[in-house]
């Protein structure tokens, strides 16, 4: 006897008990549900149910150790709704309660199934066996019928060595002379689904034959019957491909005890799921084993019918309290009757016996919880909530345990995207909550049934929702794994029409977004998530003619951050949008080794921008450490602004380059005593120069601030402001505004100088508070820049594109969020004070700005240039 | 030769760099190999990898069943300590049913699909 579980409980001694009981929540802060009032602040008290953390610990019968059994638990958490039954269900599965059977009944996708398998899987290291019940002949349970292959091992194994020739053939011909084509349709036909063909290759799951045919109404037929099927077809392939003689002309069938048996005997969980959607009129067969499996009896007999002569199956299995593993238990679910027409009334005699437990209704925090476990393996959600007050006063130490918690006896590889997510813990809680309001509003609106519709605030909707609808579309736990699985999918990227008459179109994926490897997705999820949710929307709404629907639906996208709000309302926002919180943007990342690898790779596209024969990987051009070791120093130096060195001779001894900012606004205190000189239009740094760096972390933040100074403030042309208070736009000019905007032109040198050098006015504004940025330059910029650009949240405009003046308004939308409309002024203001420009007009504030930013004519008469280093000025 | 055999010769004939890229290849290989998202089946991770050095090294890693037909891939998964499973190009064995396999057994286990 391999498992203690596999031992009746009379035998189980202390020891044994000692050994399999595994206290959960001594070690690890696990979270419970408890039942208490909530008092409001006048005094009312209302019973309800709250989530907190285990105080007592929960015994878990386990033939695992402690650690496997947290680490399991953590990771399979149940949704908070769920863990009320979680507790009764690990409590009921120890050995000293004699009840061995419960019942959970409950709406489609709960999470009922999962939390008996989770229960199985951490009792035995066998796991549990999980039945589906749909449709099933439930004397399946006990005896169920198979291909004989002890019998007929000869022609089993021939037919398996030609399967394997003929899925190593090279071609059609070759793959004939391996198996007659006329067999490959007779496999089909009778080894149903158990049969597959994919890429030329056939294969045969021989354990599901038993399970692989349906009748034509789409009931599963029973094993005997799909054996039958089998082996009539089997044996005509024997004859077709010679096999006669190993017994392919003989086969026979064999009948054998079912899993409800094989659970009995090993002390394993029976999961029977969906068990009131089984045959009916084969209930009568559970009646008996039920009253066994709640101790009302303390044994029970079931007969085999398919036994037949020379079949050495039992004649009946003989289920015995003293013998039954004590690890055994059944676990059953099942829907609501209103689930659909297939769900059966359990026989009273059955119900009474095994009274269902309701499974309460999905909740914003589990729906929060699911999407957290699915994206990281953790349910983030409600260990945080659990006890939130801990972990926010170090959030560093949640991030630590999420990753030891997540790696704890972990035995499958984790997927590399789920440890990234962990580490920004944050973000991941701030979108999936959006997500979980979502979802939850979302299965509220499309159920006619639902609180949201008894109330009366969707009437508008109900034409839009009939029953055949609701199920269609209906929204519980599993859409979330179909929405992933969408999300990884590859997407089509269709360019819009550029029709100057025809509407403005925003296509939601950029072909950016799409890219060249689909598993590569992971890394722009959240972006592909919010696609499918909104074709979702789209396909079930206004292409079903349900205009009301998909407004609300949409509302409700905009409103949880699925998509920008601007989009819907046309109002700018500053909150980060569901995409925005989990793409995996190395702009953004806490890793400093991804960081300087990002500024690794920005370097080595600017080489190769000059040098665009270079074939080598960046990580052959440049060690991440020399990129390292240059960016420490300046930190340490606080020097001016760097930018990427494109000399190959000396790149690896110095990757960043020093440049210059030379401010030509006069001083009052030099009083005209200093007269400054201007660089030389070919001593100035280029635009791609500075522009290459505004993508890279650290460098980008370093060289901004390098692009700001008081030299207005000291110029005494430029008025301080009144009564004390400082000037805004003198504050924005000057990068000391407290809306955090920052605006202010630089005069480079033009990429597209050929012959002769020329200087360009490129405007820069800077919202430090969301760290975006938006630069007016001139000339486009190449791909791989604009994916950084994208990454680092820059929106560059060539002043002279054909849709400068449409990319502006988003552009300034962007930058300035929410403040667009209050700032435009003020920060048209801030470039005028080093700029001048011709007369114009503008019908809207926004308009000035955005004109005044793509005038060609703009003159800068208080210069500040940005230089290399060092500068070689011009002549008097 | 058999594999183990194989490698043992290998680790052997090698010094210290050698055996210590011996030990890590496997590692590096199962991290590359899991760096997509895996596929939803049963409790186990379905990773789809493509042919290359990553499989070569997971064939050859003696912590992997590999599994070239459906008998083999179930006996696998009913054997409590295999906690991975490569699924070479050459099975006889295709993604639908290597899925279903998955999903029939509760326990949760790694398997590596390789690609043609």
């Known amino acids: 006897m391999s498992s203690i579980l596999e031992k009746p409980a009379r035998d189980l001694s202390a020891e044994d008990y000692a050994s399999i009981e595994k206290p959960l929540g001594e070690r690890v802060p696990y979270p419970g549900m408890g039942l208490g009032y909530v008092v409001s602040k006048n005094g009312e008290k209302k019973l309800t149910r709250y989530l907190g953390v285990l105080k007592k610990p929960l015994m878990v019968t386990s033939e695992r150790d402690l650690d496997e059994v947290e680490g399991m638990l953590i990771r399979d958490m149940p949704t908070p709704e769920m863990l009320k039954l979680f507790f009764e269900v690990m409590s009921s599965i120890n050995p000293r309660n004699e009840r061995r059977a419960m019942y959970l009944k409950g709406a489609p996708g709960a999470g009922k199934t999962f939390l008996g398998e989770m229960a199985g899987n951490v009792s035995s290291k066998k796991g549990a066996i999980k039945i589906d019940c749909t449709n099933?002949?439930?004397?399946?349970?006990?005896?169920?019928?198979?291909?004989?292959?002890?019998?007929?091992?000869?022609?089993?194994?021939?037919?398996?060595?030609?399967?394997?020739?003929?899925?190593?053939?090279?071609?059609?011909?070759?793959?004939?002379?391996?198996?007659?084509?006329?067999?490959?349709?007779?496999?089909?036909?009778?080894?149903?689904?158990?049969?597959?063909?994919?890429?030329?290759?056939?294969?045969?799951?021989?354990?599901?034959?038993?399970?692989?045919?349906?009748?034509?109404?789409?009931?599963?037929?029973?094993?005997?019957?799909?054996?039958?099927?089998?082996?009539?077809?089997?044996?005509?392939?024997?004859?077709?491909?010679?096999?006669?003689?190993?017994?392919?002309?003989?086969?026979?069938?064999?009948?054998?005890?079912?899993?409800?048996?094989?659970?009995?005997?090993?002390?394993?969980?029976?999961?029977?799921?969906?068990?009131?959607?089984?045959?009916?009129?084969?209930?009568?067969?559970?009646?008996?084993?039920?009253?066994?499996?709640?101790?009302?009896?303390?044994?029970?007999?079931?007969?085999?019918?398919?036994?037949?002569?020379?079949?050495?199956?039992?004649?009946?299995?003989?289920?015995?309290?003293?013998?039954?593993?004590?690890?055994?238990?059944?676990?059953?679910?099942?829907?609501?009757?209103?689930?659909?027409?297939?769900?059966?009334?359990?026989?009273?005699?059955?119900?009474?016996?095994?009274?269902?437990?309701?499974?309460?209704?999905?909740?914003?925090?589990?729906?929060?919880?699911?999407?957290?476990?699915?994206?990281?393996?953790?349910?983030?959600?409600?260990?945080?909530?659990?006890?939130?007050?801990?972990?926010?006063?170090?959030?560093?130490?949640?991030?630590?345990?999420?990753?030891?918690?997540?790696?704890?006896?972990?035995?499958?590889?984790?997927?590399?995207?789920?440890?990234?997510?962990?580490?920004?813990?944050?973000?991941?809680?701030?979108?999936?909550?959006?997500?979980?309001?979502?979802?939850?509003?979302?299965?509220?609106?499309?159920?006619?049934?639902?609180?949201?519709?008894?109330?009366?605030?969707?009437?508008?909707?109900?034409?839009?929702?009939?029953?055949?609808?609701?199920?269609?579309?209906?929204?519980?736990?599993?859409?979330?794994?179909?929405?992933?699985?969408?999300?990884?999918?590859?997407?089509?990227?269709?360019?819009?029409?550029?029709?100057?008459?025809?509407?403005?179109?925003?296509?939601?994926?950029?072909?950016?977004?799409?890219?060249?490897?689909?598993?590569?997705?992971?890394?722009?999820?959240?972006?592909?998530?919010?696609?499918?949710?909104?074709?979702?929307?789209?396909?079930?709404?206004?292409?079903?003619?349900?205009?009301?629907?998909?407004?609300?639906?949409?509302?409700?996208?905009?409103?949880?951050?699925?998509?920008?709000?601007?989009?819907?309302?046309?109002?700018?926002?500053?909150?980060?949008?569901?995409?925005?919180?989990?793409?995996?943007?190395?702009?953004?990342?806490?890793?400093?080794?991804?960081?300087?690898?990002?500024?690794?790779?920005?370097?080595?596209?600017?080489?190769?921008?000059?040098?665009?024969?270079?074939?080598?990987?960046?990580?052959?051009?440049?060690?991440?450490?020399?990129?390292?070791?240059?960016?420490?120093?300046?930190?340490?130096?606080?020097?001016?602004?760097?930018?990427?060195?494109?000399?190959?001779?000396?790149?690896?001894?110095?990757?960043?380059?020093?440049?210059?900012?030379?401010?030509?606004?006069?001083?009052?205190?030099?009083?005209?005593?200093?007269?400054?000189?201007?660089?030389?239009?070919?001593?100035?740094?280029?635009?791609?120069?500075?522009?290459?760096?505004?993508?890279?972390?650290?460098?980008?933040?370093?060289?901004?601030?390098?692009?700001?100074n008081e030299a207005l403030s000291g110029s005494g042309v430029v008025s301080l402001g009144t009564e004390g208070m400082t000037d805004e736009s003198l504050a924005i000019a000057e990068n000391k505004s407290e809306t955090g905007v920052a605006a202010t032109t630089i005069i480079v040198q033009s990429d597209k100088s050929e012959n002769e050098p020329t200087e360009l006015p490129l405007h820069v504004i800077w919202n430090k508070s969301m760290d975006r940025l938006l630069v007016v330059g001139e000339g486009e910029v190449n791909d791989s820049l604009k994916r950084a650009f994208n990454d680092a949240r820059v929106i560059y405009i060539d002043r002279n594109a054909n849709n400068a003046h449409s990319t502006m308004r988003k552009g300034l939308d962007f930058v300035l969020g929410a403040e667009t409309g209050t700032l435009c002024d003020t920060v048209r203001d801030a470039f005028l004070m080093r700029n001048t420009l011709p007369t114009q007009k503008a019908e809207t504030k926004i308009d000035n700005l955005s004109k005044m930013l793509l005038n060609n004519d703009l003159e800068c008469f208080l210069p500040h240039y940005l230089a290399k280093e060092p500068p070689k000025l011009r002549t008097a | 030769m058999s594999t183990q055999k194989k490698n043992a010769v290998n680790k052997e004939a090698s010094g210290p760099m050698a055996k210590l890229t011996a030990q890590l290849l496997p590692v590096i290989a199962r991290k590359k190999a899991a760096c997509n998202l895996p596929k939803n089946a049963g409790s186990s991770f379905f990773y789809e990898i493509e042919k290359g050095w990553e499989a070569d090294v997971l064939r050859q890693d003696e912590d992997v069943c590999v599994a070239k037909n459906t008998l083999e891939l179930e006996d696998a998964f009913l054997d409590q300590k295999v906690k991975t499973i490569l699924i070479p190009y050459d099975a006889s064995i295709t993604q639908t049913v290597a899925l279903r396999v998955c999903r029939r057994h509760g326990l949760g286990k790694t398997i590596f699909y390789e690609g043609s």
């Open chain 1, 136 to 708: 099933m002949n439930l004397y399946e349970l006990f005896f169920e019928t198979v291909l004989d292959f002890n019998a007929n091992k000869s022609f089993y194994d021939a037919l398996n060595t030609k399967i394997e020739k003929y899925n190593l053939a090279e071609n059609k011909e070759q793959r004939d002379q391996v198996l007659n084509p006329m067999s490959i349709d007779i496999l089909e036909d009778c080894l149903g689904n158990a049969f597959s063909e994919e890429n030329g290759k056939i294969c045969i799951d021989w354990a599901g034959v038993k399970q692989a045919h349906s009748n034509e109404t789409g009931e599963r037929l029973d094993t005997r019957e799909n054996i039958e099927i089998a082996i009539a077809g089997l044996k005509q392939v024997s004859a077709k491909e010679g096999l006669d003689n190993l017994g392919g002309n003989a086969l026979g069938m064999a009948s054998q005890e079912g899993p409800a048996f094989q659970a009995y005997e090993e002390g394993r969980v029976l999961i029977l799921d969906e068990l009131n959607r089984a045959k009916r009129g084969t209930f009568g067969v559970l009646h008996g084993f039920m009253q066994f499996a709640i101790n009302e009896i303390s044994e029970c007999r079931v007969r085999n019918p398919l036994k037949e002569k020379g079949d050495h199956a039992r004649s009946d299995l003989h289920f015995q309290r003293s013998k039954m593993g004590s690890g055994f238990f059944i676990f059953m679910t099942g829907n609501t009757e209103d689930d659909s027409d297939e769900v059966l009334e359990l026989p009273e005699a059955l119900s009474s016996r095994v009274v269902p437990d309701p499974v309460a209704n999905a909740t914003l925090q589990g729906w929060q919880h699911r999407w957290c476990q699915i994206l990281t393996g953790m349910p983030i959600s409600t260990l945080y909530n659990a006890q939130s007050h801990i972990w926010d006063e170090d959030p560093d130490v949640f991030k630590q345990k999420l990753k030891e918690w997540r790696e704890l006896r972990e035995t499958r590889e984790i997927p590399a995207h789920q440890l990234n997510m962990l580490r920004r813990w944050q973000d991941v809680m701030q979108a999936t909550g959006n997500l979980a309001k979502f979802m939850d509003a979302a299965s509220k609106t499309v159920n006619p049934d639902s609180n949201w519709h008894k109330a009366g605030t969707l009437t508008q909707l109900l034409d839009d929702i009939s029953e055949t609808f609701k199920k269609e579309v209906s929204v519980d736990f599993r859409k979330i794994n179909y929405f992933i699985t969408k999300a990884m999918m590859p997407k089509p990227s269709v360019a819009p029409p550029q029709d100057e008459n025809g509407p403005d179109i925003i296509p939601l994926l950029d072909e950016m977004d799409i890219p060249e490897a689909p598993e590569d997705i992971k890394r722009n999820l959240g972006t592909h998530i919010t696609y499918v949710i909104l074709d979702w929307i789209v396909a079930n709404s206004y292409e079903r003619g349900k205009e009301d629907l998909g407004n609300q639906l949409m509302q409700l996208a905009a409103d949880c951050a699925l998509v920008d709000p601007q989009l819907i309302e046309g109002m700018p926002s500053n909150r980060k949008t569901v995409a925005e919180l989990l793409d995996e943007n190395p702009f953004d990342s806490n890793d400093p080794d991804i960081r300087v690898e990002l500024i690794r790779d920005l370097l080595c596209d600017y080489l190769r921008n000059s040098y665009p024969d270079i074939t080598a990987e960046n990580s052959e051009i440049m060690p991440a450490s020399v990129v390292r070791r240059a960016i420490d120093e300046i930190a340490e130096k606080g020097a001016g602004p760097v930018v990427f060195n494109s000399n190959p001779d000396n790149i690896n001894q110095e990757p960043l380059q020093k440049a210059k900012c030379i401010d030509m606004t006069p001083q009052l205190q030099d009083e005209g005593q200093n007269e400054k000189m201007a660089p030389a239009a070919d001593h100035l740094l280029s635009q791609y120069a500075l522009l290459a760096t505004l993508a890279a972390p650290e460098l980008r933040e370093h060289n901004l601030s390098c692009l700001w």
